[in-house]
């Protein structure tokens, strides 16, 4: 598996997979929020030889880096690509010296709940009706500059 920043020639398999998995209540994607996020160089891609697996889609601030989308192809769970994703962003994190991650999830979504405390994310607090009919988590995890990494 390869991980690479996202482009334009990826648009079509990224619009694929984001309707595959999210439905119209999760608010998905569309093809003009891609390409506007693609142009910033917001989307990373998970590919296993040309196929697109996976992605993830983070926002960069000052200090920090935000998760908003992080999505694996149905076909291809269990073999790590969240994992091998979020990993990424940690090292996209560290090697930009940014001070915290964060995210966003349905209270719901235990499996990638999961994911995230493994990788040391902390619920920091429970936001009301944050999705429709759902509330989320608002996770995090701290880094520390230059002496403990994310």
């Known amino acids: 598996m390869q991980i690479s920043q996202a482009s334009l020639t990826h648009l079509e398999a990224l619009c694929e997979l984001e309707n595959a998995i999210f439905d119209a ?24 030889q040309t196929q697109l697996v996976g992605y993830i889609l983070i926002f960069f601030y000052k200090k920090s ?3 908003y989308s992080l999505a694996v192809d149905e076909r291809f769970r269990g073999r790590n690509i969240g994992v091998a994703l979020m990993q990424y962003v940690k090292d996209l ?33 429970t936001l009301k009706e944050y999705y429709p009919n759902e509330d989320g988590y608002k996770m995090g995890m701290e880094c520390v500059l230059s002496l403990k990494k994310c």
């Open 25 to 48: 209540q999760s608010f998905p994607l569309s093809k003009r929020n891609f390409i506007y996020h693609l142009k910033k160089g917001n989307i990373f891609v998970a590919r296993e």
């Open 65 to 67: 880096l935000r998760i």
């Open 93 to 125: 994190a560290n090697a930009a010296d940014k001070r915290s991650l964060t995210l966003e999830v349905k209270t719901s979504n235990r499996n990638a709940i999961r994911l995230y405390e493994k990788f040391g994310f902390k619920i920091l607090k």
